[in-house]
């Protein structure tokens, strides 16, 4: 028996297909889900901005953002995925957007990629590089 995760539509469940992850029914939550960690992080920031990023680490951990890997396991759905979820984060790093905002969204950014799950006996998928556009405006969904 294989440790491997396999392809869920193997075991005969549904399998969730790529273009699901650019779609506004999954795009428009996730962007929401950030909009209410930024929230979250500024009213907690202005009454104690000594430690920034453990602030942040703490939220994050609290609001169960630390589960999101888990979401998908299927490599293909899984890429798009984590790449969908990366560009909603860089986004937000946008000059328009405030200087509060922009940090949330560089910690978001940094702890998303830098948390994703390796050497674990069962191998996901991960991202190598994280694809940000250099000059003009970012991509939209």
Sequence with gaps: MSLAPSPS??????????????????VIPFRADIEQLTDLFIQEYAADST??????????????????????????PR???LTVACRLFVEQIAKHVDPIRRLVALF?????????PSGSRIPLYS???????????????
Excluded at 127 to 141: N, R
């Design 9 to 26: 539509a193997a075991r005969g469940d549904v399998t969730i297909q790529p273009p699901f992850f650019t779609c506004s029914l999954f």
């Design 51 to 76: 430690r920034p990023f453990a602030l942040f680490k703490r939220i994050w951990q609290e609001q169960r953002w630390t589960y999101m890997h888990l979401k998908v396991f299927d490599p293909r």
């Design 79 to 81: 890429h798009v995925y």
């Design 108 to 116: 978001g950014l940094y702890t998303f990629y830098f948390t994703q």
């Design 127 to 141: 991202l190598s590089h994280i694809d940000i556009a250099i000059g003009g405006s970012s991509p939209g969904f």
